[in-house]
Every structure is written in C-alpha cells, then in structure tokens.
Nanobody, 123 residues
Framework: QVQLVESGGGLVQAGGSLRLSCAAS????????MAWFRQAPGKEREFVAA????????YYADSVKGRFTISRDNAKNTVDLRMNSLKPENTAGYYC????????????????WGQGTQVTVSS
C-alpha cells in the first residue's frame, strides 16, 4: 500500500541532464521494489530502470544503460532517476511504479503507479 508522486520533468536540450524524483507515502516504502517506466504518445509503455527494496540491486534497459541511474533513499521515501546525455527519442511521460513481490521489467507486475511527469528533449 503506497501512493507515488513523480516530479522533476521538464524541457531539456539534447545532451543535457535531468533528475526525476518519486515520493512515496506511508511507512512501508522500504518493502517495495521500485521502477521507472516511460511512455511516448502512440507508443508502448517501456521499462527504464528498477531497483530492489534494499537498493542493492539495480537493472536497466539496454537503451539507457550507462546514461541513467536509479537510486533510492528509504529514510526519505524517495526514488530518483538521474538521466544524462538525453536524446530527443527519450521524450516521454515518465512513471514511477512499486511492487511488493519482485523487481521486474514487466509493467504488469507493478500494482502502484504515480501520475507521471513529462520529459521533453529538444534537438
């Protein structure tokens, strides 16, 4: 049981960086595996990155590996996605998700979602 709210989206020039944050409610945040997904208009929802409840394990989509970094602070109930070397094709709505059972790249495994934050990368 958790409520998620994303923030930090905006407009950035290609090659630039942006940091997204996801704030979780409740006192059980540390029990959840967390992930970031993104979805562009007319496109399928796409996995970006995931992090285990402890923060000790992370997993990234090949397309963002080496450029994006997911992290969490269980004391603050937050999950961040730091995005470097942004490309126009990274333009999408970015969503934070939580799953109590496992860390996964499959969107259907996640039960809790934020409202999303828009990232637009200009060329």
């Amino acid at each position: 049981q958790v409520q998620l709210v994303e923030s930090g989206g905006g407009l950035v020039q290609a090659g630039g960086s942006l940091r997204l944050s996801c704030a979780a409610s409740g006192r059980t945040f540390s029990s959840y595996n967390m992930a970031w997904f993104r979805q562009a208009p007319g496109k399928e929802r796409e996995f970006v990155a995931a992090i285990s409840w402890s923060g000790l394990s992370t997993y990234y989509a090949d397309s963002v590996k080496g450029r994006f970094t997911i992290s969490r602070d269980n004391a603050k109930n937050t999950v961040d996605l730091r995005m470097n070397s942004l490309k126009p094709e990274n333009t999408a709505g970015y969503y934070c998700a939580a799953d109590l059972r496992m860390m996964s790249s499959d969107f259907y495994e996640y039960d809790y979602w934020g409202q999303g934050t828009q990232v637009t990368v200009s060329s």
